[in-house]
């Protein structure tokens, strides 16, 4: 039987992305780390395609509404909230004092929210913004962090999402692992996959699913990683932890992985990404 594109795919996701089938954590362990995590949420993007395309110039990205009722970062919030996490630090920059007046002090939510600025207006880069929280104490130390950015929109897992990257990371310390990497084991080609033998096309398949693990953004860190920002990381310069730090970890064996289904993770990066998200929400509503 000749090779397509499918069984190739298959093939290859055998072999890059095995899931850890052995290690268990109870839920107990989950409530419990929940007490000492914060959700960090950078928001300092100025986002300017998808602003553009939903006429939104005078707001932060995170401010976009998708459901025309809330904005992403409002909800990231509440998803998070009604979870059990109650501590949020925002690292803001682009529009920083709208932001704030957005969202508040966290109190609609029962949640505490913090704010950091990047230093002297200055663009940091993720890793900066997130090394300037934990100077200037917006991030707790001894928290475990949740990064999440809130236009990487997770919708439709079974179970509340907070408890998935939660377990996740704790099944990740017990391999030893102080960060965690949430992500998806494939991601759609955007064009006509093809297989090509000798110049012939054997296989066409449209917009096939890759079956390389893409990383949705959110990751989750132990406080054991902040020594690694403050000895990796400049704010003299623009960079993002995951070309600083997390190398760095992953070489030392450290840097953990857990899978959500590929539909379930929706970048909102310009108004196709916004209307996918709004129609999943609306499928999700209509359940």
Not at 117 to 133: M, S, T, W, Y
Not at 218 to 240: G, H, M, Q
Request: charged share 25%.
């Amino acid at each position: 039987m000749p090779d397509t594109l499918d069984s190739i795919m298959k093939e290859i996701r055998e072999r890059i992305n095995t899931e850890d089938e052995v290690t268990t954590v109870s839920q107990d362990d989950v409530e419990a780390l929940k007490e000492a995590t914060v959700v960090v949420m950078p928001a300092g993007g100025k986002g300017q395609r998808i602003r553009a395309e939903t006429q939104s110039e005078q707001i932060n990205k995170v401010m976009v509404s998708v459901d025309g009722k809330v904005s992403m970062i409002e909800k990231t919030v509440k998803d998070y909230s009604d979870a059990g996490i109650t501590k949020f630090a925002v690292l803001t920059g682009f529009l920083a004092e709208k932001v704030e007046e957005h969202l508040g002090d966290g109190s609609r939510w029962g949640v505490e929210i913090r704010y950091s600025q990047d230093p002297e207006g200055r663009k940091v880069g993720n890793a900066g913004a997130i090394l300037h929280a934990l100077n200037n104490g917006t991030i707790g130390e001894n928290c475990t962090s949740i990064i999440h950015n809130p236009d990487d929109m997770v919708i439709g897992l079974s179970r509340p999402y907070a408890d998935v990257f939660l377990e996740g990371h704790l099944k990740g310390r017990k391999n030893g692992c102080i960060g965690t990497f949430v992500v998806v084991p494939e991601t759609p080609f955007q064009y006509s996959g093809l297989v090509i033998e000798k110049g012939k096309v054997r296989d066409i398949s449209k917009y096939p699913p890759i079956a390389v693990p893409a990383h949705t953004g959110i990751t989750i860190f132990d406080p054991a990683v902040y020594d690694y920002f403050k000895r990796l990381v400049s704010l003299e310069i623009e960079s993002s932890f995951e070309n600083v730090v997390c190398p760095v970890i992953a070489g030392e064996g450290r840097l953990y992985a857990i899978n959500i289904p590929s539909g379930t993770w929706i970048p909102v990066n310009n108004l196709k990404g916004l209307e996918q998200a709004a129609n999943a929400l609306k499928a999700l509503g209509e359940r």
